[in-house]
Structures are given as C-alpha cells and as structure tokens.
C-alpha cells in the first residue's frame, strides 16, 4: 500500500527536514520511498512544501505526485488553506494550531489539531514542532511505528549528544500521544 504524505509551511519551520527524516526513516525499515522538496528562492519565511510517498516491498513508488494526498501535515494558515484540497476524503490532516487559527471547512477527513509550537517550548526545544507533527502523524496514520522512528531520531541526533537526542525524543513522544487520540 503506498501512502502519499504532503508537509507545508514557511521555510525555517523543518518543513524539508521532517520530509527527508520521514522518507529516510522508511527506506532504512525497507520500505520504499520518494522525497521531493519543493521551495521558492527565500531561506527562511518563503512557502516550503515537500512531499513524500513510502510504500510496503511490494509496491514500488515511481513519482510521489498524485492528484490526491493520503495525509497532509500544515504548519501554517497558507499552507491548510492551499493543500486542503488536495486532502483525499477519509484522509488524515495535522496542524499546527499555534499557528493556524481557522477551522478546516471538511468534515470528510481525520483532523489532528497539534500547538507543535507550543509544546515544543513546554519541552525545551523550540526547533523541535516538525518532530511533535511527525509524532502525531505517525501515531495516527499507522505509517511507520512510533519505536522505529524514535530508533532513527536517536541515530540522526546523537552527535549533537544526549541532551538534544532525548529532547527530540521527549518531543516526538508528546506528538504520538496526540495522534493516538484520533
């Protein structure tokens, strides 16, 4: 089964980093999977969008662009209000409720309303909302098991030390709870 993932935001919100994590994370479980950023000519503040399919062995993913997303992660107003649409019915739709203050105008899909901004300040890490998203994505979609991410976050950070490998950690965990709710 290949499930198509579309992350978006402002640049500087980890909205390549969680995409590349994500696809990354799978093709080290063996699953198959394509990352495609895209974003416009601004470093930080511009729109960043990245999408990611990840599918079983069985199943190889030759594009991630489809007409329609099996889920989609906004981190911003701009980006709920552009990729909705795109939003398949019975879909999964995180967002980021620091930031995005409307109400999604669907009652097809699966909303996971996460303050990520928040809660990554409650944790100590405020870089760390795109972590708590890919927490409560993962929770809910079923994608990827939340031990295996965290196996990967670990890897991922553990130059950075302990103290950055468990704040991560800490983050990612408080996303899972709030996927596990849906």
Known sequence: MKTTVIISGFGGQGVMSAGKMLADTASELGLNAIYLP??????????AKCTVSVSDKNDT??????????CLI?????????????LKKGGILVMNT???????????????????????MKVKNPKAGNLIILGALTAAAGLIKGEDFKSSIEKRFKSKGQAVVNSNLAAFDEGQKLGKIV
């Open 38 to 47: 895209e974003y416009g000519p601004q470093q930080r503040g511009g729109k």
């Open 61 to 70: 993913v030759y594009s991630p662009l489809k007409r329609y997303c099996d």
């Open 74 to 86: 906004a981190l911003n107003d701009l980006s709920l209000q552009t990729f909705l649409p795109q």
């Open 98 to 120: 620091s930031i995005i203050k409307s109400e999604p105008d669907r009652d097809d899909i699966k909303i996971i309303k996460v303050p990520a901004d928040d809660i990554a």
